[in-house]
T-cell receptor, first 113, second 113 residues
Framework: DAGITQSPRHKVTETGTPVTLRCHQTENHRYMYWYRQDPGHGLRLIHYSYGVKDTDKGEVSDGYSVSRSKTEDFLLTLESATSSQTSVYFC????????????FGDGTRLSIL | TQLLEQSPQFLSIQEGENLTVYCNSSSVFSSLQWYRQEPGEGPVLLVTVVTGGEVKKLKRLTFQFGDARKDSSLHITAAQPGDTGLYLCAGVEAVSNTGKLIFGQGTTLQVKP
């Protein structure tokens, strides 16, 4: 299994609070992704990174920011959480572009009350 | 509107039955991937198809990429309870200059013993 660790695995917080989710990889892969998964929507890309300090937006990036200061870590921040951001968040990595297989972490279940 | 439409969204069958899951789009894809996801875990890649008309087999699973590279199917022969899970198709649009992976909304399969 690809070495991907997401933390925390579960979090409950209140509307308006900041939240940071962490993705750590041990594979030295260049590409890292953050997705959210909601019923009926499959997986939707939030942000992705194609190298240290190189990031770009996905289709549902509003309300989220990311940072990648090291190859192995990709952080997702909700500056001021809203109830619509309640979801399961997945981190993925790939060796090259999205054409290549993506390996996923086990997800973070985030509930915003 | 989903760029990749999967059907059916839910499927409940008895052990031993055959089934087909479809993944359709009006767009052309340069490659298409199929993933399987179990509860509490991230998706795991099953196969990648690249060439129009390509057929790949993985034990009892047969994957096909449409000739025009706009659709794909997953056929399972003699389904077993261990096949239960969420099946996701995902692809990269041929016209995309970002190479982002787009997911279908998923097909939930339940195989009853």
């Amino acid at each position: 299994d690809a070495g991907i660790t997401q933390s925390p695995r579960h979090k409950v917080t209140e509307t308006g609070t900041p939240v940071t989710l962490r993705c750590h990889q041990t594979e030295n892969h260049r590409y890292m992704y953050w997705y959210r998964q909601d019923p009926g929507h499959g997986l939707r890309l939030i942000h992705y990174s194609y190298g240290v300090k190189d990031t770009d937006k996905g289709e549902v990036s509003d309300g989220y920011s990311v940072s990648r200061s090291k190859t192995e870590d990709f952080l997702l921040t909700l500056e001021s959480a809203t109830s619509s951001q309640t979801s399961v968040y997945f981190c993925a990595i790939s060796e090259k572009t999205a054409h290549w297989p993506q390996h996923f972490g086990d997800g973070t279940r985030l509930s915003i009350l | 509107t989903q760029l990749l439409e999967q059907s059916p969204q839910f499927l409940s069958i008895q052990e031993g039955e055959n089934l087909t899951v479809y993944c359709n789009s009006s767009s052309v894809f340069s490659s298409l991937q199929w993933y399987r996801q179990e509860p509490g875990e991230g998706p795991v890649l099953l196969v990648t198809v690249v060439t129009g008309g390509e057929v790949k087999k993985l034990k009892r699973l047969t994957f096909q990429f449409g000739d025009a590279r706009k659709d794909s199917s997953l056929h399972i022969t003699a389904a077993q309870p261990g096949d239960t899970g969420l099946y996701l198709c995902a692809g990269v649009e041929a016209v995309s200059n970002t190479g982002k992976l787009i997911f279908g909304q998923g097909t939930t399969l339940q195989v009853k013993p």
